[in-house]
């Protein structure tokens, strides 16, 4: 622990050249690490105090334009990402929670309930005609779920359909950057 100083930390950071957010999540990491450390008087000082005030600098999401919407849906040829697109566009998941989105979520009039990961509290949102349409054309060989396979890797699946959603993203011609969080 005595190693653990305010210019090792420095070093390992100038060692690790992360995106700035990714920067400020270890750095808090870190912090809570000494935090832990010094209550248990283990060290006198937080070495990560030392380091200065961190400025993050992220680079703006822009939703997609309604234009830039009906251009990427034209160019998807495979149901289950037009489904994908639609479901993330109409009802702000992360991609990650799409991948595990059971089809009992959805009721029969088409609203979509939903828990909050913080409070547990339910959340639920009418889901327009043209998603519930492009869900249920869905075949139902994955199992519970829309999208992940029961069993399935949800990582790896989301990976696959951001690959896919590049991939279309490209046909359009547009040099807009696309990313899930546009939707």
Same mark, same amino acid.
């Given at each position: 622990?005595?190693?653990?100083?305010?210019?090792?930390?420095?070093?390992?950071?100038?060692?690790?050249?992360?995106?700035?957010? !990714?920067?400020?999540?270890?750095?808090?990491?870190?912090?809570?690490?000494?935090?832990?450390?010094?209550?248990?008087?283990?060290?006198?000082?937080?070495?990560?105090?030392?380091?200065?005030?961190?400025?993050?600098?992220?680079?703006?999401t822009?939703?997609?334009?309604? &234009?830039?919407?009906?251009?990427?849906?034209?160019? /998807?040829?495979?149901?289950d990402l037009?489904?994908?697109?639609?479901? #993330?566009?109409?009802?702000? #998941?992360?991609?990650?929670d799409a991948?595990t989105?059971?089809?009992?979520?959805?009721?029969?009039?088409?609203?979509?309930? /939903?828990?909050?990961?913080?409070?547990?509290?339910?959340?639920?949102?009418?889901?327009?005609?043209?998603? /519930?349409?492009?869900?249920?054309?869905?075949?139902?060989?994955?199992?519970?779920?829309?999208?992940?396979? &029961?069993?399935?890797?949800?990582?790896?699946?989301?990976?696959?359909?951001?690959?896919?959603?590049?991939?279309?993203?490209?046909? !359009?011609?547009?040099?807009?950057?696309?990313?899930?969080?546009m939707?």
């Amino acid at each position: 622990m005595d190693e653990l100083d305010t210019q090792y930390i420095r070093d390992w950071f100038a060692d690790h050249n992360h995106a700035s957010i !990714t920067r400020y999540n270890q750095r808090a990491r870190f912090s809570a690490w000494f935090n832990f450390c010094k209550s248990r008087k283990w060290i006198d000082d937080d070495p990560v105090k030392g380091l200065g005030k961190l400025i993050v600098k992220q680079r703006q999401t822009e939703p997609f334009t309604p &234009d830039e919407m009906q251009e990427l849906l034209a160019a /998807i040829t495979r149901p289950d990402l037009r489904a994908l697109v639609l479901l #993330l566009r109409w009802s702000g #998941l992360r991609i990650t929670d799409a991948m595990t989105l059971e089809r009992s979520r959805i009721d029969a009039d088409g609203v979509l309930t /939903i828990y909050t990961h913080k409070t547990g509290a339910p959340v639920r949102m009418p889901l327009p005609p043209v998603v /519930i349409e492009a869900l249920k054309a869905l075949p139902r060989e994955g199992g519970k779920r829309f999208f992940a396979r &029961d069993g399935q890797n949800v990582f790896h699946a989301g990976t696959q359909y951001r690959r896919l959603l590049g991939k279309a993203w490209k046909r !359009t011609g547009v040099s807009k950057r696309c990313h899930p969080h546009m939707f």
